[in-house]
């Protein structure tokens, strides 16, 4: 998950919390920590309900500003205007049901709705409430109002809510929150709904090739840009799997769904399973090219095994076999991470690449000289087979995986129907 470092002085920008009254309220301390840490100026808008929930002194103490509650507090300042005309991003969790029903229908009957009418900027509602109630038609319809004017309704995740219950309507984590609202502060046009109805299979992380119990062949992927992706497409509208080898401690993007191999075979199979079904195939994993011939199911102790544990045999190629038995109209997007060396620079070695493989589009990332690898930040090339380069502005993988996506978007939008009939909520 990418952490929020200090942003410089001119990336500080005017956030608006809004805090609705749900029990997730006190998550949403960690997003306002986290958010004042990064050097934005945050004004807390807790709605009344909020406060029953977390008190105006905990909001005042962790932004370092004081808490605007009611319409009729500081009245020369006029702050149900000021706050929204003057905000760079409205960001509101958790959104309750009764917050997104108020919302859809423009009331300004509190300082935060008031707040939503005169906000310009991008405006990200994070929705948490019971299952039920998220999925209820009024909530619904609701939902599709607020995002057909352009409102950022983010997926709410799956998993324990109050008391036993469990299912969709979890607050996402903090670190996502957050990394979601850093994306619109750096691209406000980051998150389109242009993604609805469509299937994307991504595979992320690095995977292991076992020697023996004990140990294993591996590689430096984090996963954190396969996870950029899953993130920035579900909130984009799609229906994501996203097949997950070995990560840094990441957090499961909210509303998609996860599924965990850990060998390059395990890895094959589960893709070329889901893969008929979708639009969008996107390979971020790093693949072992190589296992060893001979795994032990014992550990190969140092003397007198008589094995040779560094002896390889070649790993099945997935984007390949992928490329060769994908549907009419599905797009397959590589990713290559390269150095560059004596036969040419990192796009050379790219654009080789695209043509052996043979899928529709690859991102080619520098790697080596702290890019790409175990960071939060990359840049690079995203090449097409019809020739089209484009280069990635240098940024968090949030954001180089929305400039992805717009291209994928695009071709999408050329080649092909959704290849389901979903309807998008
Ligand atoms: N890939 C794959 N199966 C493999 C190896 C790679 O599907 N066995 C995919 C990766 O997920 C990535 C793309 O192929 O999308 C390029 O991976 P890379 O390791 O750069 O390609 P290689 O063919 O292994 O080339 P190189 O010789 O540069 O390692």
Not at 168 to 180: F, H, K, N, S, T
Not at 272 to 288: E, G, Q, S
């Amino acid at each position: 998950m990418t952490q929020a470092g200090p942003v410089r002085p001119d990336l500080s920008r005017r956030i608006v919390l809004g805090v609705g009254g749900g029990i997730a309220a006190y998550k949403v301390c960690e997003v306002l920590r986290r958010l004042a840490e990064a050097g934005h100026q945050v004004r807390v808008v807790p709605t009344e309900a909020a406060l029953r929930f977390v008190g105006a002194p905990t909001w005042e103490a962790l932004s370092g500003l004081p808490v605007h509650q009611g319409l009729f507090d500081d009245v020369p300042e006029v702050p149900h205007v000021r706050l929204g005309q003057t905000a760079d991003l409205v960001l509101i969790a958790p959104a309750t049901a009764d917050l997104l029903a108020r919302a859809a229908h423009g009331r300004a009957d509190d300082l935060l709705c008031a707040t939503l009418l005169t906000a310009r900027c991008p405006v990200l509602l994070v929705p948490a409430m019971h299952t039920e109630m998220w999925e209820h038609p009024a909530t619904v319809h609701n939902v599709a109002v607020l995002r057909s004017r352009g409102t950022i309704v983010a997926q709410p995740a799956s998993g324990r809510l109050t008391g036993a219950d469990s299912g969709a309507g979890r607050l996402p984590e903090p670190a996502e929150i957050v990394d979601l609202a850093t994306l619109l502060l750096r691209r406000a046009d980051a998150l389109p709904r242009d993604l609805a109805g469509r299937h994307v299979v991504i595979s992320a992380g690095g995977t292991r090739e076992p020697l023996d119990p004990v140990r294993y062949l591996g590689n430096r992927s984090s996963g954190r840009q396969g996870y950029a992706l899953a993130r920035v497409a579900v909130q984009r509208g799609a229906q994501v799997t996203l097949v997950a080898a070995h990560t840094a401690d990441l957090t499961d993007p909210a509303g998609v769904e996860v599924v965990r191999v850990s060998t390059a075979r395990e890895m094959r199979e589960v893709v070329l399973k889901a893969a008929p079904h979708a639009d969008v195939v996107v390979m971020v994993a790093a693949v072992a090219d190589f296992r060893p011939a001979n795994p032990q199911p014992r550990k190969i102790k140092k003397v007198g095994s008589g094995l040779d544990p560094v002896s390889l045999v070649v790993n099945p190629d997935i984007l390949v076999e992928l490329v060769r038995g994908r549907p009419q109209g599905q797009i397959v997007v590589g990713f290559a991470a390269e150095t560059g060396d004596s036969d040419g620079d990192v796009l050379t070695h790219g654009r080789a690449k695209l043509a052996r493989k043979g899928c529709d589009l690859l991102v080619v990332n520098a790697v080596g000289e702290g890019g790409a690898f175990e960071v939060d930040h990359n840049t690079g090339w995203l090449l097409s087979d019809d020739g089209v380069e484009t280069e990635l502005p240098q940024g968090p993988k949030s954001l180089l995986a929305s400039h992805v996506w717009d291209g994928i978007a695009a071709r999408l939008e050329r080649s092909a129907p959704p290849s389901s009939a979903r309807l998008d909520a």
